[in-house]
């Protein structure tokens, strides 16, 4: 799923930021995020439907390529920000697109907010930022929760147990749906997803349900699976160079570069690695890990099961479900945010490196 030219350029002004930091020194980045950009976030995604993912706007701290993202003054009133700037003598730019009513965020800002809160509560601001902060809570726990019943359901082999998700809570079950659909590359909107649960939990062995996007289930007697021809669905390209959003995450790919002098250890991150260009076959695409992966860890010849890996890592069941690849042509290039294949590493016989960064694809578009 490509992005639009004002969720591109976000992305990349957050990348160029964060290199800024890391060239410098520095560990984090502060941007100057206040309240009413929290509550023009909630009542956009409330005006358009959505969850209480959703809702939860704009977060008040994130990590991009090592680098922490935060938001110091998202407590924080304009006015109040404006009044300190003006009695210290500060200097302050505005941007001047911030008020071109062409664009979504800004008839709310500059029209709905005011209105609403003049004629219905005047600390209208307040109340919707006190409320993305209480769903951002409950957003962390359930996310949790949902990705060990995920496990435990089966999702890692592209099934559900329909017995175990039968009897979660059905804030749960919208989730667990949810997290296998992204496994599978697709997205559901909420009408799917309660049509799904429905079918997962009383529908008839041998039946197929359509949920959007290409996905599709199919009924068994003990569990859902996802049907064969869908899974393709699993294997997202991604755009070389460019920006791509599946299953909830934005990868970020630079143009191909002429290899420079560089400590590659210290300059790659969990959200960023670079690749030998020359070596990168085939189309990039990603999808989530499944049982019987194989890779060849980064010093080595032959092959290791993710499985194994994972074992030995120390990674946690929740971190496992969670886990998405970047392939070359097919081939395992990068289990991402951990280790790199051999056959695609950096060398001293590499000419030209692709740089890829990923990250929460909420974060383009905050």
């Not at 799923?1 to 020194?25: D, K, N, Q, W």
């Not at 049907?227 to 959003?245: F, M, N, R, Y």
């Amino acid at each position: 799923m490509g992005v639009s030219f004002e969720e591109h350029a976000r992305a990349t002004r957050y990348a160029f930021l964060v290199e800024i930091a890391r060239s410098c020194g520095y560990t984090a980045v502060a941007t100057g995020h206040h309240a009413g950009d929290q509550a023009e976030t909630v009542l956009m995604r409330l005006l358009r439907g959505a969850s209480g993912r959703g809702l939860s706007g704009i977060p008040y701290r994130r990590e991009q390529n090592g680098v922490r993202i935060v938001r110091p003054l998202l407590d924080c009133q304009r006015d109040a920000i404006l009044e300190y700037l003006e009695h210290h003598g500060l200097e302050f730019r505005m941007d001047v697109s911030n008020t071109d009513e062409r664009y979504f965020r800004n008839r709310v800002r500059c029209r709905l907010l005011p209105e609403l809160a003049r004629d219905y509560n005047h600390n209208l601001v307040e109340a919707l930022s006190r409320t993305a902060a209480l769903l951002q809570d409950d957003d962390r726990l359930l996310g949790r929760m949902a990705a060990e019943e995920a496990e435990a359901c089966g999702i890692l082999d592209n099934r559900l147990d329909r017995n175990r998700f039968s009897a979660m809570d059905r804030a749960l079950q919208g989730r667990v749906l949810l997290l296998l659909a992204w496994r599978n590359g697709a997205d559901c909107d909420y009408g799917h997803i309660r049509e799904g649960i429905e079918f997962v939990c009383n529908g008839p062995t041998g039946r197929q349900c359509d949920l959007g996007s290409g996905f599709r289930l199919r009924t068994g007697r003990r569990f859902v699976y996802v049907e064969s021809d869908t899974c393709v669905l699993a294997e997202t390209e991604i755009a070389c160079p460019g920006t791509t959003c599946v299953g909830g995450r934005a990868f970020l790919v630079s143009p191909a570069r002429a290899v420079e002098p560089r400590d590659w250890r210290t300059y790659c991150t969990p959200a960023r690695q670079v690749f030998d260009a020359d070596a990168l076959h085939g189309p990039l695409t990603a999808r989530p890990w499944r049982a019987g992966d194989r890779f060849t860890p980064f010093g080595m010849t032959g092959t290791k099961k993710l499985q194994d890996y994972f074992v030995d890592a120390g990674v946690s069941v929740p971190e496992r479900n969670a886990q998405w690849l970047l392939l070359a042509g097919g081939r395992i290039a990068w289990i991402v945010g951990r280790a790199i294949d051999a056959h695609v590493a950096v060398t001293a016989h590499t000419r030209r490196i692709v740089e890829v960064e990923v990250f929460d694809e909420r974060d383009a578009l905050d």
